[in-house]
T-cell receptor, first 117, second 118 residues
Framework: AQKITQTQPGMFVQEKEAVTLDCTYD???????LFWYKQPSSGEMIFLIY??????QNATEGRYSLNFQKARKSANLVISASQLGDSAMYFC??????????????FGKGTRLSVIA | EPEVTQTPSHQVTQMGQEVILRCVPI?????FYWYRQILGQKVEFLVS????????KSEIFDDQFSVERPDGSNFTLKIRSTKLEDSAMYFC????????????????FGPGTRLTVL
């Protein structure tokens, strides 16, 4: 079964508008972390934002915020005031604890965001 | 700002040849990982490494693969006899010690090595 589901293969947004990229996850582990990474056309993986399962507040990092709805198991990324440089592939990922500090990230299939001038 | 580095950025090899991909993790990080991304697909976990031994490996990480930390800074992935299907982007990542419910768990990725097997 998919642990991370990103249902939007591609999204378009007008420059300066906000956009929400969807991510749902599946875990029975009470301790986990959720991550968003950006992959521009150059290929590198850039960490954007982190949300821990015990965090009471939604994470924010500059123009990025994470809409964390634990009961619904969703961790949507919101990008405010989109810029042309935001055009990239965006991956949602999760780490479960499994009583180990070294568990791998599990990635979704990604959403390709295109920002239109 | 500290970053993960990887060399080479692009490696072209003939099928059946051995390749070694190199990574220098962030200096105070203790956990190291290799992931790969076949073109157009999602990122897949290969192996994690801590305290000079493999912590976990995926089904992809078969006997053709090995990892090593030959000194205090480098972390390498070796593919003994490359196959066409090994063509992919290979990412090294590192993280500090911490549980997944802590921000210190964040894995920082290197820029990747694009491996092309002909």
């Amino acid at each position: 079964a998919q642990k991370i589901t990103q249902t939007q293969p591609g999204m378009f947004v007008q420059e300066k508008e906000a956009v929400t990229l969807d991510c749902t996850y599946d875990t029975s582990d009470p301790s986990y972390g959720l991550f968003w990474y950006k992959q521009p056309s150059s290929g590198e993986m850039i960490f954007l934002i982190y949300q821990g399962s015990y965090d009471q507040q939604n994470a924010t990092e500059g123009r990025y915020s994470l809409n964390f709805q634990k009961a619904r198991k969703s961790a949507n990324l919101v990008i405010s005031a989109s810029q042309l440089g935001d055009s990239a592939m965006y991956f949602c990922a999760m780490r479960e604890s499994r009583n180990s500090g070294n568990t791998p990230l599990v990635f979704g299939k990604g959403t390709r965001l295109s920002v239109i001038a | 700002e500290p970053e993960v580095t990887q060399t080479p950025s692009h490696q072209v090899t003939q099928m059946g040849q051995e390749v070694i991909l190199r990574c220098v993790p962030i200096s105070n990080h203790l956990y190291f990982y290799w992931y790969r991304q076949i073109l157009g697909q999602k990122v897949e976990f290969l192996v994690s490494f801590y305290n000079n031994e493999i912590s976990e490996k995926s089904e992809i990480f078969d006997d053709q693969f090995s990892v090593e930390r030959p000194d205090g800074s480098n972390f390498t992935l070796k593919i003994r006899s490359t196959k066409l299907e090994d063509s992919a982007m290979y990412f090294c990542a590192s993280s500090e010690w911490g549980s997944p419910a802590s921000s210190t768990d964040t894995q920082y990725f290197g820029p990747g090595t694009r491996l092309t097997v002909l």
